[in-house]
């Protein structure tokens, strides 16, 4: 098997994790605890919940930039279809607002959640859901980048 074939799988099974993560939290865990529970539990599980997927995200991050950067290498920044330069501009502004959404909102949530301050908690989940929005829409983007950019 060769590298290329090894990073590449390593890279999708990290895109795998980020994407379907957040098509899951925003289409099935969000409108089911919206549904079930009080404000209070609601905010609390979700800032829980999102502590343990931001985790995987960073890891994820790390795996995605480092495979790709390798790969593109490899055959030469100068040498790959268009479309591939695409995909890196595309994972690095998802991965700039992936730290805006942990470095601020997730933060603030954080704060408001530990003070019982569920009124500023309800509006940082919010921010959050917005900027998860965007990013689950670029990553699609991204990833016909990645298929469709070959034929470029
Ligand atoms: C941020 C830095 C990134 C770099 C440097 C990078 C680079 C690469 C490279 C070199 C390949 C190999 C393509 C091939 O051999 O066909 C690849 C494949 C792929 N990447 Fe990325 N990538 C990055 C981020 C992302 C992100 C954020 C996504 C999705 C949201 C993504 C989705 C994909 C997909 C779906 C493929 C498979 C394409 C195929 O084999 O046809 N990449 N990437």
């Not at 490899?74 to 998802?94: E, S, T």
């Not at 909102?105 to 408001?112: C, D, H, I, N, V």
């Not at 309800?122 to 991204?142: D, E, K, S």
Request: charged share 10%; proline share 2%; with cysteine.
């Amino acid at each position: 098997m060769s590298l290329h074939l090894f990073l590449l799988f390593l890279h999708l099974i990290a895109v795998a994790i980020w994407i379907g993560g957040m098509f899951f939290a925003l289409c099935c865990l969000r409108p089911a605890v919206t549904q079930v529970l009080e404000p209070q539990q609601r905010l609390s599980l979700l800032h829980a919940a999102l502590g343990r997927f931001f985790r995987y995200v960073a890891i994820a991050i790390a795996v995605i930039l480092a495979s790709g950067l390798v790969m593109m290498a490899h055959i030469g920044f100068a040498d790959v279809p268009r479309g591939w330069h695409w995909m890196l501009a595309g994972g690095i502004a998802m991965m700039l607002i992936f730290g805006h959404i942990y470095g601020a909102g997730y933060r603030r949530l954080g704060r408001a959640v530990k003070a019982g301050d569920w009124v500023v908690a309800a509006m940082a989940m919010n921010g959050i859901r917005r900027l998860v929005v965007i990013n689950l829409v670029l990553g699609i983007v991204t990833i016909a980048f990645a298929i469709f950019g070959s034929a470029f």
